[in-house]
């Protein structure tokens, strides 16, 4: 197990070098799309280097540092972008609006502002470090040089599937909604880095795998709906003190936000009681 683990785990690494590589040279020209798969094989690589800690070659310190700082760039473009798009939707349903130049125009600047933080990313002084921070990963030793494991994999996807627990359990226990919203942020982080750290390494599991990363998949989706949901609502909050903007207009969008919200909430709650994460260490047989 150990040599096959080591080997899954180098080809998964390469090939998301390889994805994260490819898309470098379009996201200067602020390509969303370029944006979001750069974004998705760093997060993927991240994962695996935080499961498999002590198996996969550690980074040294000033190469985490740098990506990092790739990865943060990458999600706040990532994040503007979607946000955008979020509104945008909200302003071409049927309803009329008080002051719909206005919406358009705080959507029209978030849209230039993801653009601006990719384009930075290919400017000269950031290019550099951007090729930097790819170069760290690129440079990472090959398999020959990843230790043999400690534990079973499956032991160390139960530690990250642990996690994900404690934070659902922070979330149901609180009546507080800033404290379930951090709950939640911190439980779709989880899902995500367990979902990615088993694709890693599937093929150690047969069929099994699909076990725990078919709900896992969906429930990313639902906790990041209800993600996006209260990222918008906290725009929307500051956008109605921006001059120009109707104070009607921006209640009339938090209430979509906070439906779309709650409803993200109760069908993950439902989701999570029909269908939910198995335990690696009871559902991950070889």
């Given amino acids: 197990m150990g040599s096959k683990g080591r080997t899954l785990l180098a080809a998964y ?7 994260l590589e490819g898309q470098l040279p379009l996201i200067g020209a602020a390509d969303p799309e370029a944006v979001h798969n750069a974004r998705l094989a760093l997060r993927r690589i991240r ?45 071409d349903t049927k309803d009329s609006w008080n002051a719909p130049e206005s919406l358009r125009l705080a959507v029209e600047e978030l849209e230039s502002s993801s653009a601006q933080l990719a384009s930075t990313l290919g400017r000269r002084k950031r290019s550099r470090r951007t090729v930097r921070a ?35 359990a922070e979330e149901a226990g609180s009546d507080d909604p800033d404290v379930r919203n951090a709950a939640l942020h911190q439980a779709r982080k989880d899902v995500k880095c367990l979902r990615y750290s088993v694709e890693a390494v599937a093929d150690a599991f047969s069929h099994h795998a699909a076990g725990v990363i078919q709900p896992a998949i969906g429930l990313q989706r639902l906790l990041g709906e ?18 120009g ?30 269908y939910p994460v198995p335990a690696p260490r009871r559902a991950l047989t070889f």
């Fill in 13 to 19: 690494i390469a090939f998301q070098l390889t994805e």
């Fill in 47 to 91: 994962s695996v280097l935080s499961c498999y800690r002590g198996l996969v070659p550690k980074l040294p310190r000033p190469a985490r540092q740098e990506v990092r700082w790739l990865a943060t760039s990458l999600g706040e473009s990532r994040d503007a972008y979607v946000l955008a798009q979020r509104i945008r939707l909200s302003l």
């Fill in 134 to 168: 790819a170069r760290a990963l690129v440079d990472a030793p090959d398999a020959k040089e990843y230790k043999p494991p400690t534990a079973d994999l499956a032991e160390r996807l139960q530690v990250q599937w642990e996690r994900l627990q404690h934070s659902l």
């Fill in 226 to 243: 209800q993600h996006d949901a209260v990222v918008a609502g906290d725009w929307i909050r500051e956008l109605a003190n921006t001059a």
């Fill in 245 to 274: 903007v109707d104070a009607g207009d921006a209640q009339r969008l938090e209430e979509m936000e906070v439906r779309r919200r709650l409803n993200a909430e109760e069908e993950f709650r439902m989701a999570i009681a029909e």
